[in-house]
Structure formats: structure tokens, C-alpha cells
């Protein structure tokens, strides 16, 4: 007898798009491994749908789908907000990820023809990664189609063990951030190969070994650490690419579908669930303020109720004279006290009016 599928199994005849973010390092190589990504799916009949966050870049050497540079001017806002570049490409995606729906639901439109959408973020990794427009941007996506983060990292820069550590540590960091699928692409395996980067994730010696030759306080740090990551090491998925000459790109595709798979089996109910808690969140804050508005339309009646029972009266000369509540006596003694020393005031002056026409 055949057991049932569990409910989150993931199912392969499903046409919803797998949304890869590239993020990684200032010089990493993001835009050139989108470009050699984008080229591979071509070569194989599975073209992207590409979306560029980048608003400072001045070209893109791939063809756009959908272009942050045509809906926000990046030197308009630096002129008018008075702000540095940094400042203006965060401004920037604000703007943008205040329309980030159509852009959902033009990709739900081309899901059947494209089955990859590639975001390439901008160079300043912290710009996107730790934004408020960033977070919007990667939880409207997870919580609509299968989202995996593309860590790219520069192989080049990383033989040093200490500029390795800090890579990692922001790499988990970013992980433990986004709650999604993460792949760590070690780009220009051209130049230098990635075989190193394995043995110092799978074999704790080996990095202990490697950092002998560093003698700096920072060395002692990076030993206590590197048996921190150890966990993180463990289910962490990495590829080696080189954007120049497209090796790598078949394993890091298999790793994609396997990260797809992921998703819709471990992390897919989790954000189900994080969304259903904000959506909560936002019908408490509603129903609290609707409280706290029939409070104040209360008030507001029972001053309404209070504002009719002034009484207007009318004094000498027709001046109207509007009172709270009942009148005290004692206001209108002193009004009449004031009435009394105008009447003497003008006696007083018609006297003396009388003496100087007697005198002449």
C-alpha cells in the first residue's frame, strides 16, 4: 500500500519561478556572474527574468527585464534630498519598494514563460542587506515564490584566513537574517582555485594550520571563531564559479533546484507563518486605534452635549456674553461694581465740563 505525500512535499510540476538575490562585497563580481548566469540559462533554453537594484550603476552588460533606473533618477535624488551616494541609493530603493507589488505581479505574469528571476542588488552590500527597503523587498518575495540568497564571494581576496573568517562571519550573519535558502558562490575560480576554501570548511585543522603564520592579536579571535561556525559550516551550500569562463555554472544550477526544494519543504510554512504573525500584528494595531477613536468620539459627544447647555446672554449695548455652566454670583456683583464706577467716572467728568464753562 502506498503511504500518502506529506502536504509540503515539493512538487516539480509547479510553474512558480525560483527568485535568486545576488548580493555579495563591493568588487565580488555580482554583475559579471549575473551576466555569465544569465548566459548559461540562455544556452540551455531557460531564459531569466532579470530585475536590477542597482540605481548607481551606469550600464548593465546584460539585457533588463525590469530596470530601477527607469522609475527612480539616483543623481535627482542626490540633488534633491542633499544627500551622499550612499544615502541616495538607500533613498532610492525606499522609493522604489513603495511600488514593489506591481513588480510581484508582473513576475506572476511571466511565470509560465520564465522559470529563474535573478535580482542583481547594488555594490554596497549593507545598502541592501541591512535597509528597511532591502527586508521589504526579500520578504515580499519569499512570501510569494521560492526565494534563494547567491552569496558572492571574491576567491582572490580570500586566501588570507582572518579576511576569510570576516567574509563568513557576515555570510551567516545574512543567513540567520534572511531565514531563507543560502548559497555561497566563490567567483573568479579562474584565478584562484576553491579547493582551499572546502578544506577550511570541512576539516577544522586545516584552517588551524593556516593560521599559524598569522601572528596578530586577531588570529586568537579567528581561532575561537572559526569553532563558532563550525555548525554553520556544516549545512552551509557551496559552489566555485568563474564569471570569465563559465565553469561551475551546471553544479551551482543543481544546487539552485536543491535549494528550491528546501524552500517549499522547511522554510515555505515557516514564512506562511511569519506572515500570518504580521498580519495579526497589524489587526490588533487597527483595532486598537478603532478603539481608541470611539474613546474620542465619546469625548467629543459629551462635549457637544456640554457646548449646548452654554447660555447666551445679552448685556448692555446688545454685547452678546456666553458662559460655561451656571454663572457665579460673584461675577456679577463685580460686573455691576464695574457699572457703578463708569456712571460716577462720567458724572465726575460732566461736573468739571460745568466749572470750566462757569469760569470762562
Not at 554583475?31 to 548593465?60: G, M
Not at 500584528?281 to 447647555?309: A, C, F, Y
Not at 462720567?346 to 468739571?352: A, I, M, R, W
Amino acid at each position: 500500500m502506498a503511504t500518502a505525500a506529506p502536504q509540503n512535499q515539493f512538487d516539480p510540476s509547479q510553474t512558480t519561478p525560483t527568485c535568486l538575490i545576488v548580493i555579495g562585497m563591493a568588487g565580488a563580481g555580482k554583475t559579471s556572474f549575473v551576466q555569465r548566469l544569465n548566459s548559461h540559462l540562455h544556452s540551455i533554453k531557460k531564459p531569466p527574468y532579470i530585475v536590477n537594484l542597482d540605481p548607481a550603476c551606469h550600464e548593465t552588460p546584460y539585457p533588463c527585464n525590469i530596470d530601477i533606473r527607469d522609475t527612480v533618477n539616483y543623481k535627482e535624488v542626490m540633488k534633491q534630498y542633499s544627500l551622499g551616494p550612499n544615502g541616495a541609493i538607500v533613498t532610492s530603493l525606499n522609493l522604489f519598494s513603495t511600488k514593489f507589488e506591481q513588480i510581484l505581479n508582473l513576475i506572476q505574469k511571466r511565470s509560465e514563460e520564465c522559470k529563474y528571476v535573478i535580482f542583481d542588488t547594488p555594490g554596497q552590500i549593507e545598502v541592501f542587506t541591512w535597509s528597511a527597503s532591502g527586508s521589504i523587498i526579500t520578504e515580499a518575495l519569499a512570501s510569494s515564490f521560492p526565494t534563494v540568497i547567491v552569496y558572492v564571494m571574491d576567491t582572490s581576496r580570500n586566501v588570507n584566513p582572518v579576511t576569510f573568517m570576516s567574509n563568513m562571519l557576515y555570510a551567516c550573519s545574512i543567513l540567520y537574517k534572511s531565514k531563507l535558502p543560502f548559497v555561497i558562490v566563490m567567483n573568479k575560480n579562474d584565478i584562484v582555485h576553491h579547493k582551499y576554501v572546502g578544506e577550511w570548511m570541512q576539516n577544522f585543522e586545516s584552517f588551524q594550520n593556516a593560521l599559524e603564520n598569522e601572528t596578530s592579536y586577531i588570529s586568537n579571535l579567528t581561532r575561537s571563531l572559526s569553532l563558532v561556525l563550525d555548525e554553520f559550516y556544516q549545512n552551509i551550500k557551496f559552489v566555485g564559479v568563474s564569471s570569465v569562463t563559465g565553469a561551475g555554472m551546471n553544479e551551482f544550477m543543481e544546487i539552485i533546484d536543491f535549494s528550491k526544494e528546501e524552500y517549499e519543504r522547511d522554510y515555505k510554512a515557516e514564512y506562511k507563518k511569519l506572515v500570518e504573525e504580521k498580519m495579526s500584528k497589524q489587526k490588533k494595531e487597527k483595532e486598537t486605534k478603532l478603539e481608541q477613536v470611539e474613546k474620542d468620539l465619546k469625548l467629543d459627544e459629551g462635549l457637544e452635549g456640554r457646548i449646548s447647555s452654554l447660555k447666551l446672554e445679552k448685556t448692555e449695548g446688545d454685547t452678546p456674553h456666553i458662559s460655561l455652566f451656571n454663572h457665579d454670583e460673584s461675577d456679577e456683583d463685580i460686573t455691576k461694581e464695574n457699572e457703578e464706577e463708569d456712571q460716577l467716572e462720567l458724572e465726575s467728568f460732566k461736573k468739571f465740563l460745568q466749572n470750566q464753562t462757569s469760569k470762562k
